[in-house]
C-alpha cells in the first residue's frame, strides 16, 4: 500500500517568505507527526495530531510555526517569515494509533532551503 | 529531560557482526525504537524494546536494559546495503512523540 507522501520535495524560498509543507499519512492512521531533521542530527519533534486535533506541540520553535490537521488526515506545516535557520529537512510520520506499540512510518521529507 | 548517545560512526566489513550501543537518560519510557536511514532517505522502522532482553528479527537484534539506560543494536553478516546512518529513540512517559539520538553513520566496506 501507499506509504507517507510528502510534497513538495525540496523547497527553497528566501528569508521572510511563507511556505507551506504538506503531509498526506497512510490511509487509516489516526496520529500523525511533524519532525525535522538538520545534517548530521536526528530527527527533532515538533508537533503530534490525534485525529484533527494538536495534541502536543511542545517541539514547535516559535509562533512562527503552525501545523493544522482540519479533516484528520492531509496534516499542513506552516512557516511565516522564513529564516535561514529553518533550512532542514521536514519529516512527517504517522502511526495507526498512539499507542506505544505502533509503529510510526516516515515520508521521504521536504528538504527546506532558506536562501 | 532525555539525553540519548550513540557513536558518531563506526565501519565494519561485509559479512561481520557489528553493535552499535545506545545510552539513554530519562526518567522512564515507554519504549525503545531502533530506525535505519539511508542518505536522502526517510527513517525505516527496525525494531522496539519495552522489556529488557533481546529482541531479534532475521539479521537485525536489538537488546534493552532498562535498569541500566542501555540499548544494541546488532546488525549480523553485515552487507554493503546496510551502509546507513542508525538512529537509537525513545519515546518518554505521558506523551507519544520520539526522542532521536545524532544517529550512528555505519560503513560497510568490501
Known amino acids: 500500500g501507499a506509504g507517507v507522501s510528502q510534497t513538495p520535495s525540496n523547497k527553497v524560498t528566501e528569508k521572510g517568505k511563507y511556505v507551506e509543507l504538506r503531509c498526506d499519512p497512510i490511509?487509516?492512521?489516526?496520529?500523525l507527526y511533524w519532525y525535522r531533521q538538520s545534517l548530521g542530527q536526528g530527527p527533532e519533534f515538533l508537533i503530534y495530531f490525534q485525529g484533527t486535533g494538536a495534541a502536543d506541540d511542545s517541539g514547535l520553535p516559535n509562533d512562527r510555526f503552525f501545523a493544522v490537521r482540519p479533516e484528520g488526515s492531509v496534516s499542513t506545516l506552516k512557516i511565516q517569515r522564513t529564516e535561514r535557520g529553518d533550512s532542514a529537512v521536514y519529516l512527517c510520520a504517522s502511526s495507526l494509533t498512539t499507542r506505544h506499540t505502533d509503529t510510526q512510518y516516515f515520508g521521504p521529507g521536504t528538504r527546506l532551503t532558506v536562501l | 529531560g532525555q539525553n540519548i548517545d550513540q557513536p558518531t560512526e563506526m565501519t565494519a566489513t561485509e559479512g561481520a557482526i557489528v553493535q552499535i550501543n545506545c545510552t539513554y537518560q530519562?526518567?522512564?519510557?515507554?519504549?525503545l525504537f531502533w530506525y535505519q536511514q539511508h542518505a536522502g532517505e526517510a527513517p525505516t522502522f527496525l525494531s522496539y524494546n519495552v522489556l529488557d532482553g533481546l529482541e531479534e528479527k532475521g539479521r537485525f537484534s536489538s537488546f534493552l536494559s532498562r535498569s541500566k539506560g542501555y540499548s544494541y543494536l546488532l546488525l549480523k553478516e553485515l552487507q554493503m546495503k546496510d551502509s546507513a546512518s542508525y538512529l537509537c529513540a525513545v519515546s518518554p512517559p505521558g506523551t507519544y512523540k520520539y526522542i532521536f539520538g545524532t544517529g550512528t553513520r555505519l560503513k560497510v566496506l568490501a
Open positions: 530519562t526518567s522512564g519510557f515507554n519504549g
Open positions: 490511509s487509516g492512521h489516526t496520529a
